[in-house]
């Protein structure tokens, strides 16, 4: 249906450090470089959930405080972020369900959501729903 406006984020080691300390998240994998080396992933990898807040900031600034009271969002993560990657979070919307009574218009909005990084490996994808209720004054 509609494509949005992409949003950008670039992730680097100091973001993901000050997220694990603000989280409490200090898995040796996001924070300890001689670790995360040994890891499958040879490197240390962004939080799962600062993808997840992208994803939110992303649907925010569509749909404002309608988003933080009713929005619901379900991630599939495909690919760790990396410190160096230029997140591309992208969207459309996928259906727009209008319901009305006579004092109330009810819109309910799905969204298909994608995070690729600088390189076009596809990060993660959201299912996001936003339900916004207007009364009708007559």
């Keep these: 249906m509609d494509n949005l406006t992409t949003l950008v984020r670039k992730i680097n080691q100091k973001l ?5 300390e603000v989280s409490g998240d200090k898995n040796p994998i996001h924070v300890d470089s001689s670790f995360a080396e040994k890891s499958q992933f040879k490197g240390t990898i962004a939080h799962g959930m600062m993808i997840v807040g992208y994803f939110s900031d992303f649907m925010d600034r ?18 760790p972020a990396k410190p160096g990657d230029t997140l ?6 996928k259906r727009q369900k ?3 009574t006579d004092s109330v218009v ?17 990060i993660s994808s959201a299912t996001a729903e936003v339900v916004i209720t207007d009364r009708i004054s007559h």
């Design 16 to 20: 993901i450090n000050d997220y694990a």
């Design 106 to 122: 009810t819109t309910s909005s799905k969204y298909s959501l994608q995070c690729h990084n600088q390189r076009g490996e596809f």
């Design 98 to 100: 209008e319901m009305a």
């Design 88 to 93: 591309s979070i992208s969207g459309e919307l």
């Design 62 to 79: 569509i749909h404002g405080s309608d988003w933080s009271q009713t929005g619901r969002i379900k991630v599939k993560f495909r690919n």
